[in-house]
């Protein structure tokens, strides 16, 4: 009988470690794509080169770098399809700068479309240098 406990306690506590090793696993596990988007004035739009996006998760993207202090942008998920880009991102938009962070709501799969881009819009951008910003965007996580 203390041997099938010990059996039945051993079999318990691996099933716990696979679960617990498979959870804590890196998420964003898929190949990223830098991205690099200039502006020359405020309001001017830029999209990301298009990556495949496999499955219906939210898109992330990831602000590091910039060259002019006080610019910023605004990032809205898009589909890319036959050389043309469609809005899925339902209206949610979301705020960029330096050390920022989103995970990007989008109907990209839910909508039949399978390439993924992000709309960048910039602002108070300096009229004579412009702005830049690089950083890294995954378009499933």
């Keep these: 009988m203390t041997c099938k406990k010990a059996i039945k306690n051993a079999v318990i506590f691996t099933a716990m470690l696979l679960i617990v090793g498979i959870n804590s696993t890196?998420?964003?596990s898929k190949a990223?794509?830098?991205f690099g988007v200039a502006f020359s004035v405020d309001g001017e739009t830029k999209f990301t080169d298009k990556q495949e996006k496999c499955?219906?998760?939210?898109?992330?993207?990831?602000?590091?770098?910039?060259?002019?202090d006080g610019s910023y942008y605004y990032g809205k998920v898009?589909?890319?399809?036959?050389?043309?880009?469609?809005?899925?991102?339902?209206g949610y938009e979301y705020y960029f700068d330096v050390n920022e962070t989103h995970n990007?709501?989008?109907?990209?799969?839910?909508?039949?479309?399978?390439?993924?881009?992000?709309?960048?819009?910039a602002y108070s951008v300096d009229d004579y240098h412009g702005a830049w910003f690089g950083g890294y965007w995954y378009p499933d996580i």
Excluded: F
């Design 78 to 90: 898009y589909a890319h399809e036959n050389g043309e880009y469609y809005d899925v991102s339902h």
């Design 32 to 34: 990223s794509n830098s």
């Design 104 to 121: 990007m709501l989008n109907w990209v799969n839910e909508e039949g479309y399978t390439h993924a881009a992000i709309r960048c819009e």
């Design 55 to 68: 499955t219906s998760s939210s898109v992330q993207m990831l602000c590091t770098d910039k060259d002019i």
């Design 26 to 28: 890196p998420l964003i």
